[in-house]
């Protein structure tokens, strides 16, 4: 009985080192002909195949995270709809990987986000920034200058798929800033004084007129020089700009006010005499702050837009003169 064991256990062991020899002769087969690799399909298609899909995959993750690593440090994020999925596969050796083609694929899908913030005013966007360390100079430095506008001034954090033009601290200061209205004088004078011209010679050439000039009011174009109307008897020798009554009038350069009071269809009007005998008018104003004589410096508030004398609604008439001739304000201005 013994030996009957000894003789089975003796073919059983045989039997044994000749399955192991043959699994191993196939597992070296396999090994030799044949590898282990990532089947790649996006949204059911195939796209390839991938040697190492956990180094594809953190790829893929640290490019939705922060985009493509270049210079642009305001991609908040990529969203991509449709993410890789991986099947293992044994395939011959001969199989090529393509990693950075099936990365470049799910790149083309993508959506990138950039974060960066927004100036507001009024709840309207009015100037962009690359950070918010940018956003908060431009806010305190309004408030140390006492813009009055500060109170609707506000910071947004967006997230968009187009990237705006950001502007610098101090351009973005410089075009929010909205000085204290500081009447040159608390007269309001309604009377006439000083001469004013208001012939209707005009000119369409463009002259150099030796001085900087600055925009009295923003708003909008409603009538432009040279053109006629029902209610005007010659070609319009200025140009009109429609803005709120009430909205302050800045004097375009420094020099002295010659006229102040009503004249005619012009209504309540101020007319200033810069250098190179140049003069600008401001007319159908509701209200009139500085008299004839005064010395203005440019962006002192001098009147108020209404809509007195031949007007039919709220604008500023403004004319520039030489030697009494009006010439298109457009040249120079808005």
Do not use: W
């Amino acid at each position: 009985m013994l030996k009957k064991v000894l003789v089975f256990a003796r073919k059983s062991m045989k039997l044994t080192i000749l399955i192991a020899i043959s699994i191993f002769l196939i597992i070296c087969a396999v090994v030799l002909f044949f590898k282990p690799i990532y089947s790649v399909t996006i949204d059911g298609e195939h796209v390839g195949y991938s040697g190492d899909k956990s180094a594809l995959q953190a790829r893929i993750n640290a490019y939705i995270e922060s985009g493509d690593g270049g210079d642009n440090s305001n991609i908040a994020f990529v969203q991509i709809n449709n993410l890789p999925e991986y099947k293992l596969c044994l395939l011959k050796r001969n199989v090529v990987t393509n990693d950075e083609e099936i990365f470049d694929k799910i790149k083309q899908s993508g959506v990138i986000y950039y974060k960066y913030y927004a100036i507001m005013e009024d709840e309207q966007e009015k100037a962009f920034v690359s950070n918010f360390s940018e956003a908060e100079q431009i806010v305190t430095q309004l408030k140390e200058k006492e813009s009055t506008n500060i109170d609707k001034i506000s910071i947004a954090e967006l997230y968009e798929t187009n990237l705006q033009e950001f502007t610098t601290v101090e351009n973005a200061v410089a075009s929010l800033y909205v000085k204290k209205v500081v009447p040159v004088t608390t007269t309001k004078k309604k009377t006439s004084s000083g001469k004013v011209n208001t012939s209707s010679n005009v000119s369409y050439q463009k002259v150099s007129l030796g001085i900087n000039l600055i925009r009295p009011i923003s708003g909008t174009i409603t009538s432009r020089f040279g053109e006629r109307s029902s209610i005007r008897v010659s070609n319009h020798t200025g140009l009109d700009i429609a803005a709120p009554r009430g909205t302050p009038i800045k004097a375009a350069a420094s020099g002295t006010v010659t006229f102040s009071g009503r004249s005619g269809s012009y209504g309540y009007m101020v007319v200033i005499i810069h250098e190179n005998g140049i003069q600008t008018y401001y007319a159908h104003c509701s209200k009139l702050y500085v008299s004839t004589g005064t010395y203005v410096n440019q962006g002192d508030v001098i009147a108020a837009v209404g809509s007195t004398g031949n007007s039919t609604g709220n604008h500023l008439h403004l004319e520039i003169r030489v030697n009494g001739v009006a010439y298109n304000p457009q040249y120079y201005l808005y």
